[in-house]
């Protein structure tokens, strides 16, 4: 197991597109969670799964957001109708234990135009 | 509402002498901190953390001190080296949650 994968790595698209991201976490890690960080901030959390199960959404999460995490496994984060504000990097991390930190993936930058 | 703050955007040290990164915090729940390094292009990787039972942490070069009466920690490095230069970031969580980020702290070691 390499760590946390992050598909794309990059991607540019037109404002009012949908777009979908990847991540498929370390494989024994129970958790998952999504940040998003822009230039000159710190990652901001957006939600995260135990499990197959959602436990908490940030009010940042609007409802153009939307993650799944079937069967526990990897976990998608869709963004609908975009917009030039949701121009960041997408963080995807995981994790078994608060002590030893989340592993966290290279991220996914999404450029609106 | 910004629960965790690094006040000092930059650092510039001298190499081989030691590094001393700050951060607060606001909310008195708050019981594991962690620092995390981040380079260019890719994700944050964790250095090191503490819980608030503790007041410090070693891991070699890293020390991790925690003063819950100030809600303040800080991270030395010593010696630091040229490649530890990059973005340093403090993160709190309550329990085993979601993690609160502060701005970061970018650390330039010269040789």
């Known amino acids: 197991d390499t760590g946390v994968s992050q598909d794309p790595r990059h991607k540019i698209t037109k404002r009012g597109q949908n777009v979908t991201f990847r991540c498929d976490p370390i494989s024994e890690h129970n958790r998952l969670y999504w940040y998003r960080q822009t230039l000159g901030q710190g990652p901001e959390f957006l939600t995260y799964?135990?499990?197959?199960?959602?436990?908490?959404k940030s009010r940042l999460l609007s409802d153009r957001f939307s993650a799944e995490r079937p069967k526990g496994s990897f976990s998608t984060l869709e963004i609908q109708r975009t917009e030039q504000g949701d121009s960041a990097m997408y963080l995807c991390a995981s994790s078994d234990s608060i002590l030893y930190g989340y592993t966290f993936g290279s991220g996914t930058r999404l450029t609106v135009v | 509402d910004q629960q965790v703050k690094q006040n000092s955007p930059s650092l510039s040290v001298q190499e081989g002498r030691i590094s001393i990164l700050n951060c607060d915090y606001t909310n008195s729940m708050f019981d594991y901190f962690l620092w995390y390094k981040k380079y260019p292009a890719e994700g944050p990787t964790f250095l090191i953390s503490i819980s608030s039972i503790k007041d410090k942490n070693e891991d070699g070069r890293f020390t991790v001190f925690l003063n819950k009466s100030a809600k303040h920690l800080s991270l030395h490095i010593v010696p630091s080296q040229p490649g530890d230069s990059a973005v340093y970031f403090c993160?709190?969580?309550?329990?085993?949650?979601?993690?609160?980020f502060g701005q970061g702290t970018i650390l330039t070691v010269h040789p």
């Open positions: 799964f135990q499990n197959e199960a959602q436990l908490e």
């Open positions: 993160a709190a969580s309550r329990g085993y949650g979601k993690l609160t």
